[in-house]
Nanobody, 126 residues
Framework: QLQFVESGGGLVQPGGSLRLSCTAS????????VGWFRQAPGKEREGVSC????????NYADSVKGRFTSSRDNAKNTVYLQMNSLKPEDTADYYC???????????????????WGKGTLVTVSS
């Protein structure tokens, strides 16, 4: 089955850090840009970041700029999301998904993404 497996979520206090991992299963990440998304209870899914297939370009939502960093290790078929200075409003299920990148950096529009995982829950609370 072609999908991502997310891990690394948990309970953290405000101001704390977590590192999420997203490993591709059944396919190689070499040809895909990868997006991180999140969905809080009662809210719509939100794009968090999008990293190009080579890891050179990364875009972030304004709400996480300066706090979150996405990276990837294609040899491990894994993308990471380092989350620092966490806030209660970062509480959500976090997902990753892929989109084919042929040349230019694509837009990580959730409607076009492939191979969604089941997510990992991040809870920021004191």
């Amino acid at each position: 089955q072609l999908q991502f497996v997310e891990s690394g979520g948990g309970l953290v206090q405000p101001g704390g850090s977590l590192r999420l991992s997203c490993t591709a299963s059944g396919f190689t990440l070499d040809y895909y840009a990868v997006g991180w998304f999140r969905q809080a209870p009662g809210k719509e899914r939100e794009g968090v970041s999008c990293i190009s297939k080579g890891g050179v370009i990364t875009n972030y939502a304004d709400s996480v700029k300066g706090r979150f960093t996405s990276s990837r290790d294609n040899a491990k078929n894994t993308v990471y999301l380092q989350m620092n200075s966490l806030k209660p409003e970062d509480t959500a299920d976090y997902y990753c998904a892929a989109i084919v990148q042929r040349f230019a950096m694509p837009s990580c529009d959730y409607r076009a993404m492939l191979y969604w995982g089941k997510g990992t829950l991040v809870t920021v609370s004191s």
